[in-house]
């Protein structure tokens, strides 16, 4: 066995292989078995402190203007060989592959630099540089406060067709007693996010909302890797034992529930912060061969190198991470002090940065913390990161939501979500894509990101919950009904499922099903103020306007004490006939910033107030913001 490196864990390797065990995963993949495999011991090296490489494959050549790229890199205008850096070349081939497209300086520095540390003006001084190698060529245009863009026809070549990437789901990790319970949700997302930034994947990561919610569902591994169309399912167990932790992973192929492998980890309990960078690295190892480059990790990965304050943050925030994520009042409230906290002891974890406005930002949804307050602490966590948005533009749409909402200031949320285009589907960002388009009433915007990202993510409940709010706001009645009850039947416990599914099951003439819906769910969150003018709004439908009246009344005298969300129970005051008090509600949601106001003023709940003159002139409060914005 390897030596142990720092606080490293220790691997104890216990491999099933076939008898012909093909090199790399996809022959795994796609190697026909009969039977289970048979149980074989394998010593493999351990604590691997050099990243493991993975190849890329063939990659495309390109021709432009009288300049030829080979699919090896050199690059020839005639029979002229032109050399170029490295960092220019990735650039250039960056570019190219993006021909026509704006891209980001914050893309580039990512995917030249990765999460090393460089000045604000690389990326400038690397473009320049590059621009001269190509004289008299003028191909790379700066785009004003975007990034660049290749002008130049270009025409590609010389590429193999790429294989598909076998599919992959990592499962939550079980826990065992007296083992806190986000240590395995927290190892496994840690998993997924690391081999996500893989510069060259050799797998294609199943979404986490998706894998995690058949989890929470108790569907078995084999189960979610059907249901998910997977080829591969990782799934472990972290069991506590009197000095260590121990993580067990097996390796499941779906197509014949064949165990592939299976892998036990021993770390010592004062060092588990770091422990998936061990287990990316084990995987790496068993997935394939060559060149992989996966990003720097979140953690210090050696005792010398891991001060005990860093070590510390990170542990605060893997435990604040899985509390804000359970969406209760409570733990998310107790997962704030937590990233403060993190924030205080390692100022350099942007992990915990952005976990903190994405929390402050959903805390706002929910009506658990003032919109303004949530905007202080976004615009104070974005000016403490020096030269945002560089490494940390995981922020920017946060910033752009608070702009909008919040600041009135249309202008700068654009530029956040634009300098942010380039960001993948995640539950946080495409949430405040959709959020922003829904406000600027462009719903069909709205119904293509949730689409895209349905598409990815097929079992995430918040997509069909939007998509089902999506539905409504467009007037398109009948298919928001049939999107509620797929919903509710593939999610009945969601708290945004339950909450929409009430409204527009009432509004549309299921009033007592709503009335149900919307019980069941503050039984299971009574502190959860839309849930709670939900249920106001179906029991005023249903003609029960007494019992109506009485959660209004609660919810009035529950606002003199702390800040409670508004914008729902205009639409009650309406089904209950009182236009007035409605329009008053709506007039306290805009003073105070609320993220639902100007949905509210295109729900078709609130078409009765169309007319009056408050009304249009909060209607027109968004065409003044679009004006201004030039947009």
Known sequence: MAANHGWLPRWISIVRVPAAMPETLAGWVEQTHTGRLTGTVKSVPGGMKEPVRVSPGSEPGFSFSDFRLEPDGTLRRGNALIHLPPKELAALRLLLEHAGQVVT????RRQLWGEVHVTADSVPKCLSSLRERLQPVECIQTVYKRGY????????????????????????????????????????????????????????????????????????????????????????????????????????????????????????????????????ERLVFRLGNGDLTLSAAAAPEDEEDADPQQR????????????????????MQDALRHLLRATELDPSLIAARVDLVNLCVTQAFYGFMAPNVAANHVHRTAESIAEFPLGAEAILPALGWISFHVDHNLGAALEAFSLSAHLPHDPWTTRLRVMFALSRHRFAEAHELLAAALQRDSFSPWLHARLAW?????????????????????????????IYGAMILAFNGEATRGVQVAQALVQRSPYLDLGTGAHAYAL??????????????????????????????????????????????LRTAEEARCP???QMLADPRL????????FERMRGILPRMEARSGA
């Open 596 to 598: 639902w106001f100007f």
């Open 149 to 280: 863009r290749f002008s130049a026809e270009v025409r590609r070549h010389g590429a193999l067709p790429a294989r598909a990437l076998p599919r992959l789901a990592i499962v939550p990790f079980a826990t065992g007693y007296t083992v806190e319970e986000h240590l395995g949700p927290a190892i496994a997302e840690e998993t997924i996010a690391r081999l996500s930034n893989a510069q060259h994947p050799i797998v294609a990561l199943l979404a986490r909302d998706s894998v995690f919610a058949l989890a929470q569902h108790e569907h078995t591994a084999q189960q979610i890797g059907e249901a998910l169309k997977a080829d591969l399912v990782l799934t472990g167990s972290l069991r506590a034992l009197p000095a260590h932790f121990r993580l067990r992973v097996e390796m499941i192929r779906v197509a014949d529930a064949t165990q592939i492998w299976v892998e036990d980890l021993l770390v010592a309990k004062s060092r588990v912060a770091g422990l998936e960078s061990d287990l990316v």
């Open 312 to 331: 510390e943050a990170y542990e605060i925030f893997q435990r604040a991470h899985h509390e804000w994520q359970t969406l209760q009042r409570h733990r």
């Open 105 to 108: 300086p914050q893309h580039l």
């Open 607 to 614: 078409k009765p107030l169309e007319g009056d003159a408050e």
């Open 470 to 498: 999506t539905l409504h706001l467009e007037g398109r009645t009948a298919e928001s009904i049939e999107q509620v009850r797929k919903g509710l039947s593939l999610f009945p416990h969601h708290g945004f499922i339950a």
């Open 540 to 585: 005023a439908r249903a003609g029960r306007s007494d019992e109506a009246h009485a959660i209004l009344e609660r919810l009035q005298w529950m606002s003199r004490e702390r800040f409670v969300l508004s914008s729902f129970t205009p639409a009650v005051y309406v089904a209950l006939g009182d236009n007035e008090t409605a329009l008053t509600e």
